[in-house]
């Protein structure tokens, strides 16, 4: 079934890149339509709620599940739509929400605005009261694995289970965008044209099918966001080298699965060992042939081992 989708999904977004093509449509058109077309599919659907006063953009089940709660947080300079072909495979069983947090996506850009991670865990303890949300499993990818990690550890009664997908938040061991960052090139930021791509080919290893209007667009979507990008860059750079994020992972109460793609360049897959042997109810699965976003090179795979956890672990006291 999970394979399936996949097909279903790759083939029917190419079908409908070449029906909107022939028809003339702008490429803003196209992609509209086919993020729409992949939501539809995934069983989600778009809203957003008033938090503080900021809008926050967020994705839910189109029909509610009796099932449990999944929250998914996404990266630095990315969005809830990174988790669209992996929400596919969890959409029937749970109540699946992707957020985009402060800053990034939909939700509301402010230069003003603390990003560090610390902010950002009172961020989504806000977001997640304003929905109702109050106990969750939830899964962070890069920067939102660093803050599902903290988040667990600072509200431990609020969390079911966590699964960390190649986190930051610790870099005892470096990789090449550490070296590429020092030599002054960072290949996360979208600076010209042309650096999207550079992007994608630097964080992903298994490079899903994208038909080519969508990069385009999502290009240009990026360089209009230079200036707040490298304004949360700056300030959650460092977290990393920040004892008290190390320390906190000691506390966390919850069943943790880090999960990292051995291929990772943006954060070297060997941090892993430092996640699993802080956390005490911790495991590790190593991805061969997989980069920094295992939701999206992998995403059939990646939520099987999310839901064997979720659906292996048992339920953590309440403190």
């Known amino acids: 079934m999970q394979g399936s989708y996949r097909r279903l999904t790759g083939f029917s977004t190419a079908m409908l890149a070449i029906v909107m093509l022939l028809s003339g449509c702008s490429r803003q058109d196209f992609y509209e339509a086919a993020i729409a077309h992949e939501r539809n599919a995934a069983g989600l659907v778009e809203a957003t709620v008033d938090v503080d006063g900021r809008t926050i953009a967020y994705l839910h089940n189109q029909t509610p599940r009796d ?18 072909r992996m929400a596919g495979y969890l959409t029937e069983s749970y109540n699946v929400y992707a957020i985009d947090l402060p800053g990034h996506g939909e939700s509301n850009r402010d230069l003003e605005r603390d990003y560090s991670i610390d902010a950002q865990v009172g961020y989504v303890r806000a977001i997640l009261d304003a929905l109702v949300l109050e106990r969750v499993h939830m899964v962070g990818n890069s920067m939102g694995g660093a803050i599902t990690a903290l988040y667990a550890a600072t509200y431990p009664d609020r969390i079911i289970t966590a699964t960390l997908l190649d986190p930051a938040g610790i870099f ?13 090139d960072n290949p996360l930021i979208v600076s010209k044209p042309g650096d999207f791509e550079r992007l994608v080919d630097f964080a992903l290893e298994q490079k899903p099918f994208v038909p080519w209007p969508m990069y385009s667009v999502m290009e240009e979507e990026a360089l209009s966001r230079k200036a707040i990008n490298e304004h949360i860059f700056l300030q959650i750079r460092d977290s990393g080298y920040q004892p008290a994020f190390r320390n906190a992972l000691a506390s966390i109460t919850a069943p943790v699965l880090v999960i990292w793609g051995k291929e990772d360049r ?31 090179e992998v995403p059939a795979k990646t939520a099987s081992l999310v839901v064997d956890w979720i659906e292996s672990s048992p339920p953590t006291s309440n403190p």
């Open 172 to 184: 005892e061991y470096d990789s090449e965008l550490v070296s590429r960052v020092l030599d002054g």
């Open 266 to 296: 943006v954060i070297n897959y060997r941090n892993a060992d430092v996640f699993a042997e802080r956390i005490p109810r911790a495991r590790k699965v190593l991805l061969e042939n997989v980069g920094h976003a295992p939701m999206i």
């Open 67 to 84: 099932g449990d709660t999944l929250v998914l947080l996404h990266g630095f300079a990315a969005n809830k739509e990174n988790w669209l």
